[in-house]
Structure formats: C-alpha cells, structure tokens
C-alpha cells in the first residue's frame, strides 16, 4: 500500500490512480479480517471530529463507528443550528475550520455548498475528509460502492453497471470517477433533467469504459453485474435541511427495481447498490433476495472508514 493519504486530505476520488485504488482495497479486506479477530487500538488517543452541516445518518455514524474501533475517540455536531454558525453570528466555514483543527486530528466534513470540503480544508491544520459536499462528490461512499462490487464480482474489469436515478447527485460523480479505472460498460437509466456532467462522461469514455444511455433499468437488466441506485425523488442537495413533504410524488417505473423485475430479467449474480436512505424507487421485496449488496455495502464502509482513517493517521 502507498502512502498516498497519510497525513492528507481526501476531497475527491480524483486522488486514486488505479493502483492507489487497488492497494487501498487490499488493505480493507486486511483491516475486515483483523477486525473480526482481534480488538483493534490502533488510534487510541486520536479524535475524530464530525462536522455535519448537513443531514445524516450512515456517513457520520460509520465514520464515528470506525474511529471508535481503532480506539479512537470522537467530538462534533450533527446540526449547525446547535452552533455558532447556525446563529445570529453565523460564523464562517474558514474560521470553524482553523478552530476545529485544534480540537481533533482528522475532521469528518459535511457541507450542502459544493466545494466547501475544498474551502475548508485550506483552513484546516489537520487532515479533512469530504463526506459529501452539496453536488459535488462523495469519495469515501464510492470507494464503499466500488469495493462491494469487487468483493462480490471478484474483479471490476469486465463488469457491466447500470447507474439508475439522478445522475448530478455527488455520489454518482465519484463513483464515475472510480470507474474510470477499469474497462467497465456504463449503463446511464436517468430522466431527461438529470443527466450527468457530460464533460465527466467524456471523461470515463475517454478512459477506456463503455457509456451507453438506457431508457429504463429493465432494459440493461439481462446483461448487467451491478445496478447501483439513487432516488430520483429527492431533495435539492445544495440545501442544508429538508423537511418531509406531505404527498412525495412517486418515482416512475423507468427507475424502480422490485423482486418480480430482478426474477424475471436480472442474471441470479446481479449486486443491487444503494447509498441509502431509499424512498420507492427500491422495495423492501429486494431485502430478502440475494441481489441485495445495500446492508453489506453498509457493513463495508465501516471496514472502507477504518482503513482510512489508519492510513490518513498513520495507525
């Protein structure tokens, strides 16, 4: 494994060459297998500091979860209400970051401004890792996305992916970007407003990977080895917090999976991806099948968060 992260930010999939992504894969699998034999204090004394301006559930909790396995501990806030900068003050994300850095050794950064992760970690005095900033990318999702293909496909080279709901969302930009590195076939499912950058699917084409548009899940089902999943009802990811809605409409069937569809055309290897939360664009049907990759991806990014933070803290 390179040293690539050690005492680094990680803003942006663009940080992984292939062998980078190759190596650090190696080192989940290695971090998983330690885990499950021996109690890990590998950062015991460190802390990790979460810095949610946005909401969350799995991103903060896992990265929390990892850190506390290793040994570590953990401080922050999951509402910038409950801070100086949800107030009358509303305290600026450059000075939050400088003030931060003297309280952990790796912070944990959610924001709904695209960019921000950027922004903040030239202020920070200590290592950032993006969790999601506004449209822009999800790195450390992607890299939960693309090692629970790998782990179920045994490789990445040669697989077929449909990616299914809106395609600007930033989860889908860094695992496009992970997917460059291999020669994947790229199925796009999306409604019309929800294309993806295109400049980003140059991008992936340019680097080998097949991009091909599909009117609808169904269709790239019979040839597919992952579909991996996000809403197209959703709310806007530039805004901080979302109340529900009273009426969500509903998503058309172009980008719904259920049991009977996966039955009657998906091939029995087939891995269903989601990052979660879902709405009705995936049935609770698919849980109980085989094709449902969602709970394992989520036991994955604990182990994916723990070979991070060791390598960005030297553990």
Same mark, same amino acid.
């Given at each position: 494994m390179t040293d690539t992260l050690k005492q680094a930010d990680l803003l942006s999939m663009r940080q992984f060459g292939r062998a980078e992504l190759e190596g650090f894969f190696e080192r989940v699998a290695m971090v998983a297998r330690r885990s499950r034999r021996e109690s890990l204090r590998s950062l015991e004394g460190r802390i990790l500091v979460s810095a949610f301006y946005q909401?969350?559930? $799995?991103? $903060? %909790?896992s990265h929390e979860s990892a850190m506390l396995r290793l040994g570590g501990r953990v401080a922050g806030f999951a509402d910038p209400a409950s801070t100086r900068a949800g107030d009358h003050f509303q305290e600026s994300l450059g000075d939050i970051a400088t003030m931060l850095s003297n309280y952990g050794d790796v912070i944990v950064l959610r924001h709904p401004q695209t960019g921000a992760a950027e922004s903040f970690a030239a202020h920070a005095n200590v290592p950032v890792i993006n969790a999601g =900033? #506004?449209? #822009?990318?999800?790195?450390?999702?992607?890299?939960? =996305?693309?090692?629970?293909? $790998?782990?179920?496909?045994g490789r990445l080279d040669g697989t077929t992916w449909i990616l299914s709901g809106d395609l600007r969302m930033r989860t889908m930009r860094s695992v496009l970007l992970g997917l460059r590195h291999y020669a994947c076939t790229v199925l796009l499912a999306h409604p019309d407003d929800?294309?993806?950058d295109p400049a980003l699917i140059e991008e992936v084409r340019a680097s080998g990977c097949t991009v091909e548009r599909i009117s609808s899940i169904a269709e790239g089902l019979p040839r597919a080895d992952a579909v991996y999943m996000e809403p197209v009802v959703q709310p806007d990811y530039g805004v901080g917090r979302h109340l529900a809605e009273a009426d969500k409409p509903s998503t058309p069937a172009a980008y719904k999976v259920d049991r009977a569809m996966l039955e009657a055309g998906a091939r029995p290897e087939l891995l269903v991806l989601h990052s979660l939360? $879902?709405?009705?664009?995936?049935? %609770? =049907?698919?849980?109980?099948?085989?094709h449902n990759g969602y709970w394992r991806e989520a036991t994955n990014a604990v182990h994916i968060r723990m070979a991070l933070l060791e390598e960005i803290l030297g553990g």
């Open positions: 909401n969350s559930t $799995r991103t $903060r %909790l =900033d #506004g449209w #822009g990318e999800h790195p450390t999702q992607a890299l939960a =996305d693309l090692y629970t293909a $790998r782990e179920h496909c929800m294309s993806p939360p $879902r709405l009705d664009e995936l049935s %609770l =049907d698919v849980d109980a099948t085989a």
